[in-house]
């Protein structure tokens, strides 16, 4: 049974900052992974999808990366801002597990 | 390009009671998803659909959520009767196929009282 972990549960950091989030999964026997965010009473934004066959994919200032033998991926913020303060969800398909979130607030 | 569309947004029911969502995928998307979501959880899907054929509904509970996609399009979740733990936000999604990006709804608040 496919079961999805994100470390930490919640992150504070100040603004201009470089982060990292973590998402690790049990089963390595997956179709793809991807991040998403949430706002506030929101439904999810699809940030990044990596797909088993790939390490990593990179869209402006995101940068997730995929280590299927371990189990786990990255999600790499760079130059932080206010505006990225939201939870960030990530997923795997094979069997589509989410993880519970990390909640991310940037301070100004 | 039109996003997933939800309705209704908010639903408050007494436990017991019935209730249904209704979800329109983005054109010519083929899979559809419905997750549940409880407050400070990731969404844990209920059932996802690949035109009108059933792929996984291993988490659905059969004995009172049901949920069907007529014609490969829109889709509907019924719950009947409700309890209190049914008390989430209900995500509809879609994609082209499995495997490709999913484009989320704005999600049904549900209270049940």
């Known amino acids: 049974k496919q079961e999805v972990t994100q470390i930490p549960a919640a992150l504070s950091v100040p603004e201009g900052e470089n982060l990292v989030l973590n998402c690790s999964f049990t089963?390595?026997?997956?179709?793809?992974l991807q991040w998403f965010r949430q706002d506030p009473g929101k439904g999810l934004t699809s940030l990044l999808l990596?797909?088993?066959?790939?390490r990593e994919q990179t869209s402006g200032r995101l940068n997730a990366s995929l280590d299927k033998s371990s189990g786990r991926s990255t999600l790499y913020i760079a130059a932080s801002q206010p505006g990225d303060s939201a939870t960030y969800l990530c997923a795997v398909e094979g069997d589509m597990r989410f993880g519970a979130g990390t909640r991310l607030t940037v301070k100004p | 390009e039109a996003g997933v569309a939800q309705s209704p947004r908010y639903k408050i029911i007494e436990k017991r009671q019935s209730v249904a969502f209704w979800c329109n995928p983005i054109s010519g998307h083929a899979t559809l998803y419905w997750y549940q979501q409880i407050l400070g959880q990731g969404p844990k899907l209920l059932i996802q659909f690949q035109n009108n054929g059933v792929v996984d509904d291993s988490q659905l509970p059969k004995d009172r959520f049901s949920a069907e996609r007529l014609k490969g399009v829109d889709s509907t979740l019924k719950i009947q009767p409700a309890k209190l733990e049914d008390s989430a936000v209900y995500l509809c999604a879609s994609s082209l196929d499995p495997g490709y990006e999913q484009y989320f709804g704005p999600g049904t608040r549900l209270t049940v009282t």
């Open positions: 089963d390595s026997a997956i179709y793809n």
């Open positions: 990596i797909q088993s066959s790939q």
